[in-house]
């Protein structure tokens, strides 16, 4: 009775239902912080050479001339993310006056874009950071014009290692420095690309595979069905982490195979997700009429049975995100992570020296940007849980 | 003339939901006598339910809240006590002892976990003071009595290896364990096939007879009230539209409403014709429309100034018969005060 | 029922083979793969005729020579229980020895490698074993072989197709090349299926998995059982309180508290743990690693004053070592356990039996922990079977940063040092534990609820 009244009074706005669910998600604090501070990673992730690097964004040699060090030395990766982002924001400005095909476009300028740079972009291999201290000491450089934080990631002060190892926070290393002398700061602004790139792909290799076997799971049944459910038991009784360590440890480092191993073993939750769904879609008339009509599979599947069981997987693939994340720095904590680009996790593995001896900065400031993006993912996931179905709340996964 | 058992007085309760306040119950009247049968008739959402939930306290009250009213409770031979005021602890006794109540969904209203027999017996060993082996003659009898053969090893059973019809049997059972004196009944045969429906009908009436205790029988269904019911109440809108026995209230109705659901029914050996409906939505209870709430689907209606500004007060307007309608027919006898409202005699 | 379980325990067994196979094949078909780091290690520094022997030994002792899948194979022969006997695990009698040793000592061709007897015996009863055949048999072979040059070629070919000959043979030299070809080699007798012990095979430093295991998993299984009563218990009294109390403060904090504690990896609090309470830095409150102290031998079990005045004792000792690593793992546990408990009970607290209950007169109290609790505990049974997995992830994280050696660290090193058969044993026993614990859970479930029976 007193339920038939709420819902009689909430009558919604005719508008499409990924956006209302979409703007009561927005409505939320819980959202609206934690897409805050996803912003600000991301934002850190695209600038990262820009924000923090060793190479002046301006330099003036001795015999007057300007060059810029710092755009010399973009990698084609990061080319690509600068260009794309001001591409992007200028389609989309585009777009509020004039419909067109954006998507395309963007589709089509990420490829170009990407072949182009690939190809032509060739920073220098030899890097010399001291080089710029050392000409602006000597005199030979009359001016330099540095990022906020001048020092990039990998500059490990060459010229006088001994002294740079290991600083607490000061006016001139915000966060200290780490074993091998780098900054902190920078080397944390940086990471952010791999925490963001990370629990994108890993998720979203996770989820086309995990919606794909247990859509056709969910779809056939049967023989299809009872195979399929061997491999969810399979990869469900293995240990995730230990799947992950094994692989690590014996196929190398790589960023791309650590984001595929990820993938590879995540699918398992959306798959037993999608095929319950599909299960019951699969009864019901609108598929029914949808195969009767003659409509090919992949139509019948990914047309009409998908966008209705996709909604709840959304939920569970933000807090995949999160996962994935954690995954990537607990590999990184064990020593597993990658070498050269820095990693959350590979600082923290770094706080306690030998000897027993901690650096608290190294701890602290990791630390917290992990657990801020995943908290953040979490509350992002927990609004959209919540705006798509307020009476009924389950925990997916941990 | 006797007492009223139970006499609900200007009842009102508010919810309060994230779209505002809902008032379910505005003003209800009501009262039933020993023995009697008071029927509670309207659409869902007019506030039935909530009245007799508000009966026993059981309206939840985090989104709700009674508003203002009373409700008067008199067993034999007490002074009345207003049930609303009552603490937790007092109503803890009353309820399932003095008045019990069964619901629409026999399917959900058990818990899932026990047994039908550990059910019966908590009631039973919570409101008399017996032991466990007295409380399952008590059961049994119980369960006999709602006419569940073999009951001794039905109390093993868990409530999902039973049907419907036998869920309400025994939520009967638990209700009737104790020996009330008034039984709610909200809406008990709704869920359930119309053959189980009339079976469980007559055996409320056989136990009412058997036992004399009274019934308060919420229904949507008119037929079920001519055949169950001494006394009716129609409600709309959180309040009583017309009261009467129920001879007054079938032979002629008085109010708009009342008729526009005799209209709606089929009759046996009447011409063929397309049933009359009443046009129109049951307003949002969080959003009356000014005045008499029924009057923007009422057929009586004309460009009336009173029916669009003032509620209308619940009136006699034949002997022991009321109506809420400006446009009352009937002998006018003036307004009764609220607080003689409505002897109706069993007897009728 | 228990045809259930025995149908679940049948359909465990494919399961595990998928499991096993998934694994093992990931480590088969690495590049470098099987114990590369031992291996190739030694191969650069010192690449002669001491590595091609070291490498044809671990090709002997784990088959590395055969493709994948016959390595897989032999794996799965090897742990099942019901299996093909391998050479080594024949065993003689001592009247079957006594009979080799007599015959080698009438025979007069021994008599030519005299002074080693016992070597002889020895190189007959591994050819027996590895020919199955009985010593006496093998005996009257080894002295044909050593006759005769021919024999002694075809015997060697025998056991090894790839063997060069390069110069006639004496018959020093066949017993000396039999003894090198025969040492650690193994061979599947597919004539003698037999029920044995499963064995989980060597590790790359020689140890047998099972040792490693046994000395590893009581560990694991303590931390567990340490931790999981604490995060029920936490979870359960949080989950009640903030369901009965719900959107007062008491709700609303302890739901974000618990949202952030969830949240928080445990990678970040275990190192700040021992940074800031098992440092000389800061506070020394708790050692930093292991299980006990080095003296924990000497110490008497509770704690007690003795000549040198207070003595913790053997179980303070354990408790004191081990509750920073217990809190790391309990409070994502119980934060996610909480939620649920308050979820499920207001999930519960609205269904319409409640308002059954309460209109029979039942008290509050009553109403929410006989009948609502109840109800609301079988969505966490659910959940208790990942919750088991999830420890186990755990304390892979927890016992490398606390140096305690359980079975996580034990994987996690094993994996570094590509060491296939400790990785496969983990793999196993992970698998298995995770099946039996979804299978716990049914049988659970099925008993705290009438409505599920799987007759």
Known sequence: MTKDLQTKSDSALPRSYAARILLDTMGRWGARAGLLWIGIVAFCAIFAPVIASSHPILLQTADGQWTSPMLRHLSAVDVILLVMTFWTGLLLIVRMWVKYPWFKIWCFSLLVLTVLSLSFVKPPKAIVYSHYREILASGDAQYAFFAVVPYSPTDRFRERVEEMRLLSPSGEHWMGTTGSGEDLLSRMIHACRIALAIGFIATGIALVLGVTIGGLMGYFSGIVDLLGMRLVEVFSAIPTIFLLIAFVAFYGRNLYLIMVILGLTGWVGYAVFVRAEFLKLRQQDFVQAAIACGLPLRSVLFRHMLPNGITPVLVSASFGVAGAILSESTLSFLGLGLVEEPSWGQMLNETRGLGGSFFWWMGIYPGLAIFLTVFAYNLVGESLRDAIDPHLKKASHL | ?348 | ?455
């Open chain 2, 1 to 348: 003339m006797t007492e009223p058992l139970l006499r609900i007085e200007d009842l009102a309760v508010n919810f309060d939901t994230p779209s505002g306040v809902v008032k379910a119950v505005n003003g209800v009247h009501l009262s039933i006598y020993p023995g009697q049968t008071l029927g509670v008739v309207g659409e869902s959402g007019c506030g039935k339910s909530v009245s007799a939930l508000s009966t026993l306290q059981l309206v939840p009250t985090p989104p709700g809240c009674y508003e203002r009213g009373k409700i008067w409770w008199s067993a034999k031979g007490e002074p009345p006590v207003d049930l609303l005021t009552q603490t937790e602890k007092q109503m803890q006794s009353i309820r399932g002892n003095d008045i019990a109540m069964i619901f629409q969904e026999p399917m959900t209203s058990l818990n899932p976990v026990y047994t039908v027999g550990e059910q019966i017996l908590e009631a039973i060993l919570l409101h008399q003071a017996v032991g466990r082996a007295q409380a399952i003659e008590i059961a049994v009898t119980a369960l006999e009595d709602v006419g569940i053969a073999d009951a001794r090893s039905r109390l093993k059973t868990y409530p999902h290896q039973l049907s419907g019809g036998m869920r309400q049997r025994v939520m009967i059972a638990m209700a009737l364990a104790c020996q009330p004196k008034l039984l709610l009944a909200d809406e008990p045969t709704t869920a359930l096939d119309v053959t189980i429906q009339a079976q469980i009908l007559e055996l409320l009436r056989e136990l009412q007879i058997k036992r004399g205790m009274s019934i308060m029988l919420i229904t949507h269904d008119l037929g079920v009230v001519a055949q169950n019911a001494d006394v009716v109440a129609v409600m709309y809108a959180g309040r009583v539209v017309e009261y009467g026995s129920v001879h007054d209230v079938f032979d002629r109705p008085q109010h708009p409403y009342t008729r526009g659901l005799f209209d709606s029914m089929p009759r046996l050996g009447e011409e063929k014709h397309r049933l009359r409906t009443i046009e129109g939505n049951v307003p949002d209870p969080g959003n009356l429309p000014s005045g008499c709430p029924f009057h923007p689907r009422c057929r009586d209606w004309q460009e009336d100034v009173q029916c669009a500004q003032a509620v209308p007060p619940l009136q006699e307007v034949f002997p022991r018969h009321w109506a809420a309608c400006w446009h009352g027919t009937g002998c006018d006898q003036g307004n009764a005060s609220l607080a003689d409202i409505p002897p109706v005699s069993t007897t009728a």
């Open chain 3, 1 to 455: 029922m228990l045809t259930y379980i025995f149908r679940r325990l049948a359909l465990m067994l494919p399961t595990l083979v998928g499991v096993t196979a998934v694994v093992f094949f990931i480590m088969a078909l690495a590049p470098g793969g099987f114990g590369g780091s031992v291996l190739n290690e030694q191969g650069s520094q010192n690449e002669g005729e001491e590595s091609r022997r070291i490498r044809e030994y671990f090709n002997r002792r784990y088959g590395l020579d055969q493709p994948a899948i016959i390595q897989y194979g032999r794996w799965l022969n090897q742990v099942s229980p019901v299996g093909f006997l391998t050479s080594s695990q024949i065993q003689f009698t001592h009247e079957q020895l006594a009979e080799a040793q007599t015959a080698i000592d009438a025979d007069p061709l021994f008599g030519s490698l005299k002074g080693r007897p016992g070597h002889m015996l020895a190189l007959a009863e591994m050819l027996a074993k590895y020919q199955d055949i009985s010593p006496l048999e093998a005996t009257r072979l080894l002295n044909d072989a050593l006759g005769e040059a021919s024999a002694g070629e075809n015997l060697l070919k025998e056991i090894n197709p790839e063997v060069e000959i390069k110069s006639p043979l004496t018959a020093k030299t066949t017993a000396a090349l039999l003894l090198l070809e025969l040492a650690g080699r193994q061979r599947i007798l597919f004539a003698r299926p037999a029920v044995k012990m499963p064995d989980l095979g060597q590790s790359l430093r020689g140890r047998r998995v099972t040792q490693l295991l046994g000395e590893a998993v009581p560990i694991t299984l303590l931390l567990n059982l340490i931790t999981i009563p604490i995060i029920y218990s936490i979870a359960l009294v949080t989950g009640i309180l903030a369901a009965r109390y719900r959107g007062r403060a008491f709700d609303i904090i302890s739901g974000f508290i618990m949202l952030g504690l969830w949240c928080l990896p445990v990678i970040w609090v275990g190192v700040m743990l021992i940074g800031y309470f098992a440092n000389t830095q800061y506070w020394k409150f708790f050692p930093t690693d292991g299980l006990h102290a080095l003296e924990a031998d000497t110490m008497r079990f509770l704690p007690s004053f003795g000549p040198e005045g207070f003595e913790r004792g053997w179980l303070l000792d354990a408790a004191w070592h081990l509750a920073l690593p217990i809190l790391c793992l309990t409070y994502g546990g119980f934060a996610v356990l909480s939620k649920l408990t308050r979820g499920s009970i207001l999930d519960n607290i609205s269904c319409d039996y409640v308002r059954t209950v309460r209109a029979k007169g039942v008290s509050e109290h009553t109403v929410l922990f006989r009948h609502v609790l109840r109800n609301s505990l079988l969505p966490l049974i659910t959940v208790s079977a990942s919750i088991l997995p999830a420890l186990f992830v755990g304390s892979v994280v927890v016992e490398n940063i606390f140096s305690i050696p359980g079975m996580g660290k034990l994987g996690v090193e094993a994996a570094f040092m590509k060491d296939r058969e400790v990785v496969m044993g983990t793999t196993l026993l992970g698998g298995l534990l995770g099946l039996a614990s979804e299978l716990l859970r049914d049988i659970c479930y099925a008993a705290a609820d009438p409505r599920v029976s799987y007759e």
